[in-house]
């Protein structure tokens, strides 16, 4: 069973002559253990799909299933729910609490999830450790780099133990280096400890790392490409598929 | 420590200021409400102390009914009563003593007064138990000795052998004391005894008790027989034990209510800052909340998160407001402590914090807190997840301002019908209803508001100023709500300026009326009924032979009892009252009022009681007196200044001596002769008051002195708190414009990049800040005008008659207030502004 299947999935926003279409007909499947990256110029529609992939948006037609469960007959705390245990979230801008420490952001997804505090924090000690933070779990937010920040966040989104990570540009703030070690940290998110990542970039160099790369342009799928991961050659492919379309 | 706990702490602690300043709105309403409520229970135990002691262990006390005296013959109706194995009877009242002559207490400061018992010597130990801890009882055939309780002895020193000078009808009279008694177990109350006979003489009442004590015989019912006396001794006495002073307790409920209404009101400023903060927190945290709602926190989670600091801040702030509250009860009572042991001679104990008053101080406090926090934790929970993948900081969307405005339109006509209807409570309710009514349609008049102050505003910054009026047109609702924390506050300001204006306009006319003999020998508690102890007619006959005296009026006072109320009844000569002192009028001619009063039983009721009652004139009262009830018919609604406070009717001297049996003078009053040396006369007057230590003579002139410096005293304390009152609304005026920055972090970073200096943006902030202290300026004049005017008007309901004064100072004082908060609050967030990042502010969306 694919761990995400969308069928017909629509998105409209706005209304009459308003109305934009960010996302229209989109069937899509994502097997469990996958690196899928979404690519696409500005506006394709990208985003719009990972938010209704991760519950945080509604659909205007069309359906979202999750591991076979149709999101859409989910009320509010049952999505909530679904998104405390199914999937873990990465965002452009790292979105870390500024008052938490970095082993306590970690734990946050536990804590909700009615983790007792001591478990929680050795949970979240040992991600940290997996993203090679064990020594930064004090600090702040503020006294951390940008990759550093993500490398948290990651840790944050593998602590609740999900079966699916879902990034928004994990990579659009950081440098190129930087970029290229959350890139390779996705990689073993997948290779090592055997989670599906559905991950949305409009970097060639970064969607390079992913197994599949699904092509968007005006809002419906135009093309898709099949990689053997992270080699040069990949990169070359990728842009240009991107030029092409 | 749970989780959500540390994360709410851990946000207070990194917004410091923004915490402590808050927390100080709440911690300033709890800190009045607790303080006050704090002193009120000193205040009224200081009047207890007054009261006579309770016989417990007696089986029946028997009173006035009036709680005047009665003859002694009504102990022998007791003594033959079925079942009656003993009976005494005393004349017990409080004295207040000559400063002179007044021992001195361990603090230093003088005792102000006693309660004299005259006991029978005789009877008296076979109904109550007297404890001797040293020398003796007092004795058949006893003259002018006292015997003093443990308490009074261990206070002032004094002991058998000493003597203790009293004021007396004729003068003063020195005891003897020979013994000092044990008190009742905890029992504080300074406690004289002496013999009945000499008592009598003293307060010029021969042949008078006020009270009746007695034992039932082994055996008998206790009930029956209290029943059988009663029945026997026919109507004007009543069970139970009398209480002198206890009229003073009504003034004192006035000033606890006023007082929790001030710190009522301080709260809701503090619940509108609460409100203000939370909702900046909200705004600045949207991120945080979308990111934790993507995570898979359920919208309880979140209101949980804001409340939980909501109540932290409670609880921090209602904390710092119960300490605040001890010491400023503590404070307090420092200063009015010797104001009063001078003014009404009653020594005030520490505060005294009742668990009530825990309960509602904490309760309000906190709850204030939560309350205020709820709207913005909701808000916070409707924050959907999306936001956290959406750097833009959401604009704070506003319903229509059509609904609410009407509804507010709604509460000012309520709150009118409320003044209109005369009734006190719903005047007062008419009037916080009137300022939430305009909070309401504000955002409806911020428009226009804003249009004419932002043109006055170009004058001087002229293009910042366009866009501020602009920024503020385009959230009315914001705009409203900040100016009205600003409103609040000021009203406040301006309604008490206006209040206090006509209270000291109004007391002076009630003075220059009521006090304006040219010479005054006045006793020494404020309140005639407070335990002065009269002069026969001899004092009032030397002050007439004074050469050069034209004229003297005296003033009798007696409790008599009208209906369920005790009132003081105070006896005037109809002659020669109206020439030398007066009454300010409200009902009734003056001069027909007087002549009606030397005709019959007739009254003039004041202010207060008439108001109580809703009396008129023409109408007919039954007066219980000693002697039976008696009609006394309504001439006219008029008082005095000493008794503006208090349920006080005038009846004629004579009526007064034959229905009430009081032919004492507390008050005299004299003119002198428009061509006598006043230094001669003021010499002579001299002497005469040497022989009369519960009088001091005053001249009218140094009593208007003595007086504007009370109440200068107690204005300068309310225009401080006034002005405290007015700084929470300048926390609520930074938060909103911090708010407003952060919202427009892009719009400013464009402004910036096309040209804008930082001078410019900082400008345009303080412009805006100036604009919404402005609004919240013109709107608490207006609330604060029409507060004050239902707060005097209020006041003249009661029946404490008073002309509205406009408060020019209070006004000038508010507007001056409001501007320089305008700018104060405008220059945090300017130079947050004007030091923005420029790309960093361009790269926010």
Redesign the interface.
């Known amino acids: 069973m694919a761990i995400v299947e969308t069928k017909e999935l629509t998105k409209v926003y706005g209304r009459g002559d308003a109305a934009v279409t960010a996302l229209r007909n989109v069937d899509l499947r994502v097997e469990p253990g996958e690196f899928v990256a979404v690519m696409g110029p500005s506006g394709c529609g990208k985003?719009t799909l990972l938010?209704l992939v991760?519950g945080?948006?509604r659909p205007t037609s069309g359906r979202v299933a999750l591991n076979g469960e149709d999101l859409s007959e989910l009320g509010?705390?049952a999505l909530?729910?679904l998104?405390?245990?199914e999937i873990?979230?990465v965002?452009?801008?790292y979105?870390l609490?500024?008052?938490?420490s970095a082993a306590?952001n970690v734990?946050?997804?536990l804590?909700?999830?009615g983790v007792s505090?001591r478990k929680a924090r050795s949970q979240a000690q040992m991600w940290l450790e997996r993203v090679g933070l064990s020594d930064r779990s004090d600090h702040r937010p503020d006294e951390l780099s940008g990759g550093q920040q993500q490398r948290v966040a990651i840790a944050?989104?593998l602590a609740?133990e999900p079966a699916l990570i879902l990034a928004?540009e994990p990579t659009g703030n950081l440098d190129s280096r930087a970029g290229d070690e959350i890139a390779a940290l996705l990689r073993r998110v997948v290779d090592e400890w055997k989670r599906t990542v559905l991950m949305v970039t409009h970097d060639p160099r970064i969607a390079a790392y992913a197994d599949r790369i699904i092509f968007l342009k005006d809002g419906t799928v135009v093309d898709e490409a099949h990689l053997s991961g992270g080699d040069d050659g990949a990169e070359k492919l990728v842009r240009q598929r991107m030029e092409g379309l | 420590m749970s989780y959500y706990i540390r994360l709410a702490l851990r946000y207070l602690w990194g917004r410091r200021l923004r915490t402590a300043l808050t927390t100080l709105a709440i911690a300033f309403g709890t800190m009045l409400i607790f303080g006050m409520n704090g002193l009120v229970p000193a205040v009224e135990a200081a009047y207890r102390q007054q009261l006579m002691q309770a016989a417990s262990q007696v089986d029946l006390t028997i009173t006035g009914e009036t709680r005047g005296a009665f003859p002694e013959t009504a102990l022998e109706v007791v003594r033959g009563t079925p079942g009656v194995a003993y009976a005494t009877g005393s004349l017990a009242r409080p004295v207040v003593l000559s400063p002179a002559d007044a021992p001195v207490l361990p603090d230093g400061s003088r005792l102000g007064t006693v309660v004299l018992s005259g006991i029978d010597p005789e009877t008296a130990p076979q109904v109550r138990r007297f404890e001797v801890v040293s020398g003796r009882l007092l004795q058949p055939g006893d003259g002018d000795v006292l015997v003093i309780s443990e308490s009074l002895a261990r206070r002032t020193g004094l002991g058998p052998g000493d003597r203790l000078r009293l004021p007396s009808a004729t003068g003063a009279a020195t005891f003897e004391i020979v013994g000092v008694i044990a008190g009742e177990p905890g029992a504080v109350s300074d406690d004289v005894y002496a013999p009945l006979a000499a008592a009598q003489a003293l307060l010029n009442q021969p042949g008078r008790i006020n009270t009746i004590e007695a034992l039932a015989a082994p055996g008998s019912d206790v009930q029956e027989v209290r029943q059988a006396a009663l029945a026997r001794l026919g109507s004007g006495y009543k069970l139970g034990e009398s209480q002198v002073g206890s009229e003073m307790q009504a003034a004192v409920k006035m000033g606890e209510v006023a007082f929790n209404l001030f710190g009522v009101l301080t709260l809701a400023m503090a619940g509108f800052i609460i409100f203000n903060t939370f909702r900046t927190v909200v705004v600045e945290r949207r991120r945080d909340i979308g990111m934790l709602r993507a995570i898979g926190a359920s919208r309880r989670t979140v209101i949980g998160l804001i409340l939980t600091e909501s109540l932290l801040q409670g609880v921090i702030g209602t904390a710092v407001g119960l300490c605040g509250g001890y010491l400023l009860a503590l404070g307090m009572g420092a200063i009015v402590a010797p104001l009063w042991s001078q003014a009404l001679r009653l020594s005030l104990g520490g505060p005294v914090f009742k668990p009530v008053t825990y309960v509602l101080a904490i309760g309000l406090g906190i709850g204030v807190t939560v309350v205020a926090g709820l709207w913005p934790a909701i808000s916070a929970g409707r924050v959907p997840p999306l936001e956290a993948l959406r750097p833009a900081v959401g604009e704070v969307s506003w319903k229509p301002a059509g609904r609410r405005a009407a509804f507010g339109v709604a509460l000012v006509v309520v709150a009118l019908l409320g003044l209109a209807s005369g009734n006190l409570n719903l005047a007062s309710l008419g009037a916080v209803l009137f300022l939430v009514g305009l909070v309401l349609v504000g955002p409806v008049l911020v428009r226009p508001i804003a249009g004419v102050f932002g043109r006055l505003l170009e004058l001087v910054f002229a293009q910042e100023g366009r866009i501020a009026e602009g920024n503020l047109a385009r959230q009315p609702g914001r705009a409203a709500i900040t100016a009205s924390a600003m409103t609040i506050g000021l009203a406040i300001l301006v309604a008490l300026g206006g209040m206090m204006t006509s209270i000291e306009s109004g007391l002076f006319r009630y003075i220059d009326r009521s006090l304006g003999a040219d010479y005054l020998l006045m006793p020494h508690s404020m309140v005639l009924g407070g335990g002065n102890v009269g002069a026969g007619p001899e004092l009032a006959e030397a002050i007439r032979n004074v050469p050069g005296i034209a004229g003297v009026t005296t003033v009798r006072l007696a409790m008599g009892r009208i209906g369920d109320t005790d009132v003081q009844t105070i006896g005037i000569d109809p002659e020669s009252y109206p020439r030398i002192a007066g009454l300010e009028f409200s009902a009734g001619d003056p001069e027909e009022a007087f002549a009606a009063l030397a005709e019959g039983r007739a009254l003039i009721a004041n202010g207060i009681f008439s108001a109580q009652k809703g009396l008129q004139v023409g109408q007919e009262l039954t007066l219980q007196t000693p002697e039976g009830p008696k009609t006394y018919k309504v001439v006219g609604i008029g008082m005095d200044f000493l008794n503006a406070k208090l349920a006080t009717v005038y009846i004629s001297q004579e009526n007064l001596a034959r229905d009430l049996h009081e032919t004492s003078d507390v008050l005299l009053m004299a003119d002198q002769a428009a061509d006598a040396d006043p230094t001669e006369v003021r010499a002579q007057l001299e002497r005469i008051v040497a022989q009369y230590p519960a009088f001091s003579l005053l001249s009218g002139e140094e009593l208007r002195v003595e007086y504007k410096q009370m109440f200068g005293m107690a204005m300068r304390l309310l225009q401080l708190l006034m002005v405290a009152l007015a700084v929470p609304s300048l926390i609520a005026l930074m938060n909103t414009l911090g708010i407003n920055v952060l919202e427009r972090t892009r719009e400013i970073g464009v402004l910036r990049a096309v040209g804008s200096t930082r001078r410019q943006v900082q400008r345009m902030i303080v412009g805006e800040s100036l604009l919404l202290s402005a609004l919240g300026t013109a709107f608490g004049l207006l609330g604060g005008l029409w507060l004050g005017y239902v707060l005097v008007g209020a006041l003249n309901e009661t029946g404490f008659k008073m002309p509205y004064y406009f408060p020019y100072g209070g006004l000038m004082l508010a507007v001056a207030v409001g501007l320089v908060f305008g700018v104060i609050a405008g220059l945090v967030p300017a130079r947050r502004a004007a030091r923005m990042d420029l790309l960093a502010a361009l790269r926010y969306e």
């Open positions: 985003s938010h991760g945080l948006d509010d705390d909530t729910r998104r405390r245990r873990g979230f965002f452009q801008f979105n609490i500024p008052v938490l306590e734990a946050l997804p804590v909700l999830d505090p944050r989104a609740g928004d």
